[in-house]
Structure formats: C-alpha cells, structure tokens
C-alpha cells in the first residue's frame, strides 16, 4: 500500500495551486498537512482523490494510475474532501447505505457496518432524519462515517473537525488515534490546528503556496535534529529541510546520530544541535513564517 | 455495472420524488389535467362551434380527434418544464451544492453515475406526467365512451421518446455548468427561443420544415391525432394523423438526440473537474 505522486502539478487557470509536488507515503500512520489557507492543502487531496487531474505528473496508488482506474483505487480509499454536503431529502443512514452497497456490503453486514462507523462517529442520533435538517458539525460526522465505511486501507480527511464542537473535535481525534493504533492504514488528514498535528501524526508536511516546504517524521524510527549555523555542504543521505538561513532540520535515525554529528560539523560552522524536542516549535515557526508568506 | 446502476439509480430517485420540485410539477399536472378534462365534458359536441371560421375545414373533423389532439398538445410541453426541474440541475446542482466532493469519490464509474440519474429523472418525470395521461383516459372515456387505442398508444410512445431526448438534452447542458441558474436558462432559452425562432425562420424564409429541431419534432405527439404543427404557420392544414414517414422521422430525431447529448455528457463528466 503507497500513494505516490511524480512530479504532479495543478494550475487552476493561470494560478499555480500545486508546484511540482513529489512524495511517496508508504508506511501505514497518520501523515498530516500542515498549512495556511490557499497552501494546496486541499487541492493535494483533491488530486489524490481524482477530483482534479493535475496539469504535469502521476499519481499511483499501489502503483496504479488513479485516472487509469478511479474506481479501483476508489474501492480502497474513504474520503472527507473539503465541508461536504449530501442529497437534502435523503437520510444519513441512506448515504451510509449507498457507500457501504457500492464498496460490495450487503445484507447483515452492512447494518453492522452502519452501526459500527455510526458509533464511532457519534452520529447514531440523527441517521434517520433527512440531512436537510443536518447542522455543519452533524454533516461533518456523517463524511467521516462514510468516509469510514468498509474499512479502507488509505484514509483521507480534510479538516475532519472542522464545523464541529470542541467535545466532539475530541472524540475524532481518538477516533484518529484508535484507527492508527494498529497502525495498518494510511491515514492523511489536513488541519490548521498545530497541537493536532503533533499529537496525531507519525509524518508532518507542511505545505505553502503550493509546495511541499517541510516533511518529516514525527518522532517514531527517526530523530529530528535541529542544526543551528553556516553548511558550507549538506551531508548527503539524510532528509533534511532548510527552514532559514542558517537552520536546517535534517531526519536522521537513532544509531546514526554520532556520525550524522560527526559529518555535519565537518562540513558546516555549527552553533548548537538540538534533538527532537525541537520539532513543535519548528513547526511553529514553519507556520508562522508561512502565513505571513500567503 | 448494471447492480451499480440500480443503486445509484434508486437513490437519486428517491431523491427526487421526495424533493419540492416533484410536488410543484406533479401539481402543475394536475392543474392542467383539470383544465383539460373541465374543457373535455363542458364542451364535448360543441368543439366545432368554437372553432374560428377562418378554420372552417377543421369543422370536418371528429370531436375525439380534437379533444385527443389537444390532450397530446399540452402533454408535450410537459416533460419540458418536468425535465428543467429534474435534469437540468442533474450535473451542475452536484457542483454548486457540492456534493461532488461525496459522489465523485465513490467507487462507481462516473458514466455509471450519470446513467443512474438519468434514469432516475426519466422516470421521476413519466411519474409525474402520468397523472396527466390518467386523467385523459377517464375524462375521454366518460365521454366518448372509447378511446382510439393506436393512435393512443403511439402518441405514448412518441411521448416516452421524447421524454428520454428533452432530459438527455437537459443533461447535456446541465453537465456544461456549475451553477444550476446557468443550465435551467440554457436549456429553457435554447428549447423555446432559438429553437422555435430557428424553426420559424428557416420555415418562413426558406419554406423548409426543420425536423430535426426538437420542439419541431415533439409535435409528431399530437399530431398522430390530427396533422397540425402547432410550431409553424402551416396554411395547408391537414385532417389526417401524420404519415409514417413524419412518425419515424421524428423517432429518429429522438433517438439521436438522447444518444447524442448522452455520449457528451459521458465525455464532459469524465473530464469534469471538482473544484
């Protein structure tokens, strides 16, 4: 299971959403988009999804082309693209129906299957009105239980709780948790809210004005290291992103911290290296630089 | 395929006959079923009495022939106006209602998806005109007694052909827009004004009969009965129902129109993108 986009870029009009954007997610976890407004956080998942065909490059799921096979790659997928709205005169538990009847669920199993993700969600309540009468948080719920139906491998969420109450922007973020626990999904969700990020994520990418500006492990097999001071060269075979003039944040494993040490003071005017502890703030100021960017 | 087809095709249609728009034109049925049946047994034997005399030769002709004619006439505009309420919006209420970003992302083919609708709007359309058509049947029968079944049958038939084109068309330029303002007056503009003005230009200034134009072909409904085209000023007025040849002509017209504008539509829909 990986999702990788090659050189993918998305113009709308004469406005470069999306620059020339490569990346591979490959390990199941919870990868986060991290960004302002009009960063592409959206457009990315758009074009994940196959809403939108990008202008240059591919995009594979478990090397399958999605305009090849949108419907395949569908199958696998549960998404939660942008506030989404349903059909005013059905009910919740008719949509749920639909998308559980159209990924193959009948029967028993798609009453279970409907029980299960409407549990999960805290939308048992209202599945049997009429969704014209659904608040924004209510819709919101009702994305992310459809998104939820059948179990799919990749998971894409944007703002999942966006319109929705503080308790219940808990309540979705254990859910977040619960589903990555066994970490056998991937799961990519958009958010402006930072601590979520951090909390939630095994991989953090921020984007702006439509590239990818920083993307890293959050914590797990790697160490985030913050190197403060004048590379005269850049270490090779290390991740790394350069967050201002004389910052560098590079990925690096555990064992390999000495000789990562040991190279990057050969090659660079070092001040400090800071450790992992560093990353919340790094991100923040990421985000802080960016919106004062867009 | 097809079990994706039923699916989807149900839930629009559930969609649909429990929305506002089919009670309004379910409604505008009836209104006209009761215009018509109230003109059918007020003047059932005096049909010929209101005929202008400049019209003297259609005096020839039976009542039922009349009344059946003016029946088809008024139901043939009707899947018109069923068609702006269900079809039209059917490609562009999904993006301006935004809930492409939950259809779109699916896992059915989209020609799937726009064949479901389009059967579902179909058929929310025959629901609703078949109020119409029941009140015809009673209204003449209680008068006349019998009902010429064939030309009947064959006025039905055209009917459900025209259905199938007039909602095609509509969808066609509902998958052209996002927004459902710009696909009613679309498809309203080009079926009452360029069409008709089209047809009476080309009639006038060129004495030429445009067949292939919708509403010109819609007619072939009413004048199974009597062979007046109510779109062209037509002096040489005919008693008779209309040949076979203006029968499968108009046929014709139908079919290619529904083949066609769906064909579009696949191509549009496929390459639509969810902004």
């Known amino acids: ?294 | 395929m097809s079990s994706n087809f039923f699916k989807v095709y149900s839930h629009y249609l559930k969609n649909y006959y429990r929305s506002r728009s089919f009670y309004i034109i379910l409604i505008i049925t009836i209104l006209a079923s009761l215009i018509t049946s109230y003109l059918t047994f007020r003047y059932s034997g005096k049909i010929n009495n209101l005929i202008p005399s400049k019209f003297s030769s259609l005096s020839k002709i039976n009542d039922e022939s009349l009344i059946l004619y003016l029946w088809a006439y008024i139901m043939s505009s009707l899947p018109v106006f069923s068609s702006v309420f269900f079809s039209s919006p059917a490609i562009s209420s999904e993006m301006e209602n935004r809930t492409a970003f939950y259809i779109f992302t699916q896992p059915v083919d989209r020609i799937v998806l726009v064949l479901g609708k389009y059967f579902a709007a179909v058929t929310a359309t025959i629901i609703s005109i078949l109020v119409y058509i029941i009140a015809e049947l009673i209204s003449v029968e209680a008068v006349y007694g019998f009902i010429e079944v064939n030309s009947f049958m064959l006025s039905l038939f055209m009917l459900l052909l025209f259905i199938f084109a007039i909602s095609a068309f509509s969808f066609l330029f509902s998958s052209l827009f996002e927004k459902n303002m710009y696909a009613y007056i679309s498809t309203f503009v080009t079926y009452f004004i360029i069409f008709y003005s089209a047809n009476i230009a080309l009639y006038l200034l060129y004495s030429y009969n445009a067949f292939f134009l919708l509403n010109n072909a819609s007619t072939i409904i009413e004048r199974v009965y009597i062979n007046i085209n109510p779109t062209l000023f037509v002096s040489n007025i005919s008693l008779n129902p209309a040949g076979i040849h203006d029968i499968i002509l108009s046929g014709t017209v139908f079919v290619l129109y529904t083949i066609v504008s769906l064909l579009l539509t696949f191509f549009i829909i496929e390459r639509k993108e969810v902004k």
């Open chain 1, 1 to 294: 299971m990986d999702i990788t986009l090659k050189s993918v870029e998305k113009y709308y009009g004469k406005f470069k959403a999306l620059g020339t954007i490569n990346l591979k997610i490959s390990d199941p976890g919870i990868v986060t988009i991290l960004g302002p407004n009009g960063a592409g956080k959206t457009t990315l998942l758009k074009v994940i999804t196959g809403l939108s065909k990008p202008r240059k490059g591919h995009i594979e799921i478990d090397g399958i082309d999605i305009f090849e096979d949108r419907k395949k790659i569908l199958m696998k997928m549960g998404t939660l693209v942008e506030q989404p709205e349903f059909y005013t005169y059905i009910k919740g538990r008719e949509i749920l129906s639909f998308s559980a009847s159209l990924k193959g669920i009948s029967g028993e199993k798609l009453k279970a299957e409907i029980e299960r993700v409407s549990i999960a969600t805290g939308s048992t309540n209202f599945l049997d009105k009429k969704i014209g009468k659904y608040s924004r948080g209510m819709k919101q719920r009702l994305g992310i239980a459809a998104a939820l139906i059948g179990d799919p491998e990749i998971l894409i969420l944007d703002e999942p709780t966006f319109g929705i109450d503080p308790m219940g922007s808990l309540e979705i973020r254990e859910l977040l948790k619960n589903l990555n626990s066994r970490k056998e999904k991937i799961i990519i969700f958009t958010t402006h809210v930072i601590e979520e990020a951090i909390k939630l994520s095994d991989r953090i990418i921020i984007l702006n004005n439509g590239s990818i500006e920083y993307d890293a492990s959050n914590g797990g097999k790697y160490t985030l290291l913050k190197i403060s001071g004048k590379l005269r060269d850049v270490p090779s075979g290390y991740k790394y992103t350069k967050i201002s003039e004389n910052e560098y944040i590079f990925e690096v494993k555990e064992d390999e911290i000495p000789e990562f040490n040991r190279k990057v003071t050969m090659v660079g005017d070092i001040e400090y290296i800071e450790k992992s502890s560093m990353v919340e703030e790094t991100i923040r100021k990421l985000s802080t630089k960016n919106l004062k960017n867009s």
